[in-house]
């Protein structure tokens, strides 16, 4: 068993008794877990743990959470109080998931025993693995009751990029990025070291290294922003490292999208960004105009979207078939679509899945669940750049703009691959759309009741002592 293997039990170990004592500071743990819970090592020793389906050391210590959030709820007495609108897209979103699972399990019988599908494995990996990544938000938005807490509830998410952003940066030294091999390299490695595929920690880094940016506002001293600024560009240059092209996409749209709408002294970072890396990095400036056609050389579609030309006509083709409800998760597969690619081009391009967030979801949902799906990241992306224009607190701004940067780099990186069925990857943006709700919560019930925001400032580690306050209040009146 290794070092790595052994740390990481007794940090699930504590933090799952710990939960008990202090419920923040546990779902806080859990988030930074995610750094290390698709390493190998970590993931090959402790992903069924004695064989069972599902034991793992994130669900062992989310289980004590939920046990310890049930408890303290009942205890404290608090209301549910999520904007109605967002509440009722959060449930709908989740029942779109849930349905489109169980549309899967009424065709596995149908389904080749190669693939892997079974009952269990569906109700496993498509419902409970998948859901469960949502935890974290909803539970932040519920225990974040102070400043404190929402601020270290933002420097967590961050702290989860950082420390996957340091890991690639450990295993994928400069002299890579100036190696001809520099492709091959950066996708073996990424995924060995992290176990995370590099196109997703493209994408994810890509959305964060803005996202730490909106932090600035917090910052009380000079050195503090020369901090925040340092580690943007270490989460930048590993990003740069994963070699994921649609992450590169992201990147530069975020960054545009957040300086346009407030950073607008920030705009000249980007292409000089670019340029350096273009300069220093060659390899890394041929990733990013891999296929792209240059002067005389004309554009070569195929490698410009790395054979995805080839797939997208064929999925479009049987969205048509289905527009409506489309044909249940895993429609690559159980529609034969996945089978007839393979078989039209004698097994050269393998497209287990449309490598387009939004093709999958027209096609295993059809426009109902598109519909129903995609209305929740615009609300949450309107409330987000609500707060992030608002320069009355800068809080605002860092609640706003963190969730901004992470939902964005999912929505454009989803125009050529990742996923809107939640998981490990978004763990850190859902985190951030809890606090993002709790922050614009509490502003708008300032606007309402005129009164200070987070009058009864702080709290302790939990938020129960800002309660009992509140109750004593009530009670003396």
């Not at 709700?437 to 300032?446: A, P, Y």
Request: glycine content about 8%.
């Amino acid at each position: 068993m290794s070092i790595r293997v052994i740390l990481c039990t007794i940090f699930v170990l504590f933090f799952t008794f710990y939960a008990w004592r202090n419920l923040f500071a546990s779902v806080c743990a859990s988030i930074l877990l995610m750094a290390v819970m698709q390493h190998p090592d970590v993931r090959d020793a402790l992903k069924n743990i004695g064989g069972v389906q599902g034991l793992n050391p994130w669900n062992i210590m989310m289980l004590s959470i939920l046990l310890a959030w049930n408890t303290w709820r009942r205890r404290e007495g608090l209301e549910w109080d999520m904007p109605r609108n967002i509440r009722n897209l959060l449930v709908v979103y989740c029942l779109v998931v849930v349905w489109s699972a169980f549309r899967l399990l009424l065709n596995v019988s149908e389904i080749p025993a190669e693939y892997g599908f079974t009952f269990g494995s569906v109700i496993s990996e498509d419902i409970i693995n998948c859901l469960k990544w949502i935890l974290p938000c909803v539970i932040l938005f519920d225990i974040c009751r102070t400043r404190r807490q929402l601020v270290v509830g933002l420097l967590v998410v961050l702290g989860l990029y950082l420390a996957l952003a340091l890991q690639v940066i450990k295993h994928i030294p400069p002299s890579y990025a100036l190696s001809d091999d520099f492709q091959h390299l950066s996708y073996k490695l990424v995924q060995n070291e992290t176990g995370y595929n590099r196109v997703t920690l493209s994408m994810m880094l890509g959305g964060a290294s803005w996202a730490l940016l909106a932090m600035l506002g917090l910052a009380e001293k000079t050195a503090h922003r020369w901090v925040i600024f340092s580690v943007a560009g270490m989460i930048a240059y590993g990003q740069a490292l994963t070699g994921g092209r649609s992450g590169y996409v992201s990147w530069g749209a975020v960054g545009l999208i957040l300086c346009v709408v407030r950073w607008r002294k920030l705009l000249p970072v980007i292409p000089t960004v670019i340029v350096a890396i273009c300069v220093f990095f060659p390899q890394i400036r041929d990733r990013m105009m891999h296929g792209i056609g240059v002067g005389d050389q004309a554009t070569d579609t195929y490698e410009m979207t790395s054979g995805r030309n080839i797939a997208w006509p064929y999925v479009i083709a049987q969205i048509k078939e289905g527009p409506i409800l489309g044909f249940g998760r895993e429609a690559m597969i159980t529609t034969g679509v996945y089978q007839k690619i393979l078989d039209d081009t004698q097994d050269t391009e393998s497209f287990p899945h449309p490598h387009n967030a939004y093709l999958q979801l027209l096609l295993d949902d059809g426009l109902l669940g598109f519909s129903l799906i995609i209305p929740f990241y615009w609300v949450v992306l309107r409330c987000s750049f609500r707060l992030f224009r608002d320069h009355s607190d800068h809080l605002f701004e860092a609640a706003g703009g963190v969730c901004c940067a992470l939902v964005l780099a999912l929505m454009v990186a989803g125009m050529g691959g990742e996923t809107f069925y939640p998981r490990e990857g978004a763990v850190g943006m859902w985190a951030a759309i809890g606090i993002m709700l709790r922050v614009h919560v509490e502003r708008n019930r300032s606007i309402e009741t005129g009164r200070p925001l987070f009058g009864e400032e702080e709290g302790n580690a939990d938020g129960t002592e800002l309660v009992e306050r509140m109750e004593g209040v009530e009670t003396a009146v």
